[in-house]
């Protein structure tokens, strides 16, 4: 059984910063891509940013290049993601997610955590 706790969530002025992290329990999980996605109020829920645990390969949504950064700490089995310049439009639950498919985890992972919310006040 796959768990991701993600926290960090908050509120933050616009131009600050946040760092998520997702903790990742019940696998070994170095065949495994992470990713987050995010889901604004009435919007449906979009791919933000993925990493592999074995080869530093990120990937990122394009309205978030340049801001954001995933990064992974393999011993504490944590996946980060680091949130600088941050926009009204970047209010939503934020949800942490892993997939063994590299083409998978930018669209339709297998195990999802519970979210955590982002509210960007302007």
């Known amino acids: 059984q796959v768990q991701l706790v993600e926290s960090g969530g908050g509120l933050v002025q616009a131009g600050g910063s946040l760092r998520l992290s997702c903790a990742a329990s019940g696998r070994p999980f170095s065949t495994y891509y992470m990713g987050w996605f995010r889901q604004a109020p009435g919007k449906e829920r979009e791919f933000v940013a993925a990493?592999?645990?074995?080869?530093?390969?990120?990937r990122y949504a394009d309205f978030v290049k340049g801001r954001f950064t995933i990064s992974r700490d393999s011993a504490k089995n944590t996946v980060y993601l680091q949130m600088n310049s941050l926009k009204p439009e970047d209010t939503a639950d934020y949800y942490c997610a892993a997939d063994q498919d590299l083409d998978v985890i930018t669209t339709t992972p297998s195990h999802w955590g519970q979210g955590t919310p982002v509210t960007v006040s302007s």
């Open positions: 990493i592999s645990w074995s080869v530093h390969r990120p």
